[in-house]
Nanobody, 122 residues
Framework: QVQLVESGGGLVQTGGSLRLSCASSGRTFSSYAMGWFRQGSGKEREFVAT????????YYASSVKGRFTISRDNAKNTLYLQMNSLEPEDTAAYYCAAGSVPGRHSTDYNYWGQGTQVTVSS
């Protein structure tokens, strides 16, 4: 069982930055691929970024590529999402997830956090 807790969300102006964290309570964090998804109000959950267990492979949604960076620290059992040049369209609840492969679909993941809200003001 893996428990995930996100933090770092908040209110930021357009062009600003935030860093999200996702802490895992399980001792097997390093064996999981990890992903970030987001869900805006009235929208479906969408893929943001994913990273392999070693950190050697990453994939991004085209809407965030070049602005967001996913990373992980297996020694700290923590996943990160550095978000730069934020836009109002990035406003959403952000969720981290753990799975067996670094996939782009929510069905690739077995464990989910409760989410953290990011609001970008124009």
């Amino acid at each position: 069982q893996v428990q995930l807790v996100e933090s770092g969300g908040g209110l930021v102006q357009t062009g600003g930055s935030l860093r999200l964290s996702c802490a895992s309570s399980g001792r097997t964090f390093s064996s999981y691929a990890m992903g970030w998804f987001r869900q805006g109000s009235g929208k479906e959950r969408e893929f943001v970024a994913t990273i392999s267990w070693s950190g050697g492979t990453t994939y991004y949604a085209s809407s965030v590529k070049g602005r967001f960076t996913i990373s992980r620290d297996n020694a700290k059992n923590t996943l990160y999402l550095q978000m730069n040049s934020l836009e109002p369209e990035d406003t959403a609840a952000y969720y981290c997830a753990a799975g067996s492969v670094p996939g782009r679909h929510s069905t690739d993941y077995n464990y989910w956090g409760q989410g953290t809200q990011v609001t970008v003001s124009s």
